[in-house]
């Protein structure tokens, strides 16, 4: 089978459609210097990075690791704006997600399938849906039922509606997981770079990706929520509910292949955590912090909230207006500084020297908890983790769906924690009283609401190296509340999705404006499905979501 047929969208395969006839791509597209069927472990391996790179960096080319508010920019404070979130910097999530790995996966997926060979097809199947699930998430209505059809003669295919993507989904992950758990073969093995080839890691992965995207539609539609719920984390035993199953892939390290953060931050010095982070590793004394941040580099006697810093020297500067933290755990010496979201240039340039950068686990040689503190290299990119896991469970409990009831909510909340900071080698002790604190306790909440926040606040720190998901959860729960944008943001809302390719709007512009009619305007405002306010409670506190004054 020729990869060429199964090019997903017009942006490629329209192209060729310019030059010759549908029938004869078979032929057209062949490069004579290299093979045009590779091995499906070869494209398994492949796919599984270039999908990895593209959706769990979110530092390098567009720079969506900043919508989520995590992270802030001093070297170029436009890219913390949203200005490198325009069409034409984002096309290439768009195209390369589809022309890239989810091609090799569909034909890695289509060669298991015809070999009856569900440890070959199913892998494939749940990394596609992973992904088909962040695009989704991103855009809104994409191409789906007809990806992947060229060799039908659909070259330019239609974009689904979110809704039907998803329901599509949940049958699609419910099959691949039913024919993981019964397959006792290993066909990819060392080539699967995740799981190894494990057939039971995936079925288990499979269920956790249904298990969030059920609970990510709880607010447009929960009665299909709380079914998908339901399915998804019936049996404990077929999901992700310890690191040792997290969803990860690890990296050589070698300088080649290095986690793709790590890459960024050794050879650039752009990035620094944020007031958004640091406000919440300080207000709730979380231990994190020294794996999160670095220390900062220049000590102040204070950073106020005001227009002004005081130096290590003593002398007023003004040289900021947004909140700009300062927490010293323990009161000791060693401090870690936050820098506001997408602040002047003048601004950024002036704060370099005093803020924190990001986490310590991704610099060779840095001092850290746990086994990361060596080379960040080798540190693995998170798919999906335990922690995620038990935080869907915590917020179905506490809403009653997925055949949890409010008395679980508790005990999933807390694991929720305690996997992450396990994650990062925290101690044990230091868990345990991080967890007794009245402003973490999930008993000291008083109402449903606030627990549903507790949860939120703490699902969003637990998921400090995936910024994609952290955007979808803040869209969904507007949580944390004090995320929003910059003074110098380009928009006075933080993006509630990204424009769609421009290479689709010139070669399948039917379908694209088809997508637009359904959805609303092309731009970083218009909600996708399931980004609606709760129509019933519960809710979250200030789930309008903040904006800035403009």
Known sequence: MNRTLLTGVGAAAAVLATACNSDKLTTVNNNPNSPTNAPSTALFTNASRNGVSRW????????YGFLPQAFAEVQYPDDDAYTRLRAGSTSGLFNGSYNVELQDLELVRRRGLAANDASTWGPAEVLMQWEFGILTDVFGDIPYSQAFKADSGI?????????????????????????????????????DPIYGGDTKAWQKFANSIRARHALRIVNVDPAKANTELTAALAD?????????????????GDGVYDNPW?????????????????TYLRDYNDPRVAVYAQPAEKDTIELMDTTKVKTSAGTDTTIITAKTLKYCPGGGTVCYVGLGNALTQAKVSALVPYTSRVGAVFFPGATAYGTFGGSGGSQPSYLMT????????????????????????GLYYNAGVTRSMEMWGIPASAITAYLAQPAVSYAAATTQAEKLKRIAIQKWLAMYTEPIQQWAEFRRTCQPEIVKPGP???????????????????VNATNVNAAIADQGPDNFRTRIWWDTKPTAAPTYPGSTCARRAL
Request: hydrophobic share 45%.
């Open 56 to 63: 769990v960096d979110g530092m390098g080319g567009t720079r």
């Open 155 to 191: 070259i330019q295919p239609k974009y689904d509606k979110q809704q039907d993507v998803y329901a599509a989904m949940f049958t699609r992950l419910a099959a691949a997981s039913a024919a993981l758990g019964s397959s006792t073969a290993n066909s990819l093995g060392d080539a």
């Open 236 to 252: 404990t035993t077929k999901l992700i509910v310890s690191n040792a199953d997290n969803a990860a892939l690890p990296w050589p």
């Open 262 to 278: 790590a890459a960024q931050f050794k050879g650039r010095d752009d990035f620094r955590v944020s007031t958004r982070l640091i």
């Open 386 to 409: 335990a922690a995620e896991v038990d935080f869907i469970r915590a917020e179905a409990a506490e809403r009653g769906l997925g055949g949890l009831n409010a008395a679980q909510a």
């Open 488 to 506: 110098n943001a380009i928009e006075n809302v933080v993006p509630r999705r990204l424009y769609y390719s421009t290479t689709e709007h010139a």
